[in-house]
């Protein structure tokens, strides 16, 4: 069972990482969107494909006044819920199967 622990400890790791790199990536987004940057860009393209399917589902809510765009508030904190609900359970199922947390 301890083998198990382990494994739930290493994946509550991971997906913690795996949030942060999100969280990390729209901050980046954010900024860059302040700044009169091309589209085109090899790196912008790639940061736009990567932080689009976190976004689009809320730019189809009326969140954008005047020339703010809420949308990303509302993506970081479902971002934070979920590191804390996922990493939480897993925490919880590692602790439960005998391994520290």
């Known amino acids: ?9 290493s994946l509550a790791v991971l997906f913690s990482m795996l949030f942060k790199v999100i969280y990390f ?6 900024v860059l969107s302040w700044f009169q940057v091309s589209s085109y860009s090899d790196l912008v393209s790639v940061l736009y494909r990567m932080t689009d399917p976190i976004l689009l589902p809320f ?19 479902l971002i934070s819920f979920l590191d804390s ?5 897993l925490r919880q199922l590692a602790y439960q199967f005998g391994a520290a947390a």
């Open 59 to 77: 730019r189809r809510l009326p969140l954008q006044i005047g020339m703010i765009d809420f949308s990303p508030i509302l993506a970081f904190l």
């Open 85 to 89: 609900f996922v990493v939480g359970i």
């Open 25 to 30: 990536l729209l901050v980046i987004r954010i």
């Open 1 to 9: 069972m301890f083998i198990l622990g382990q494994l739930f400890v």
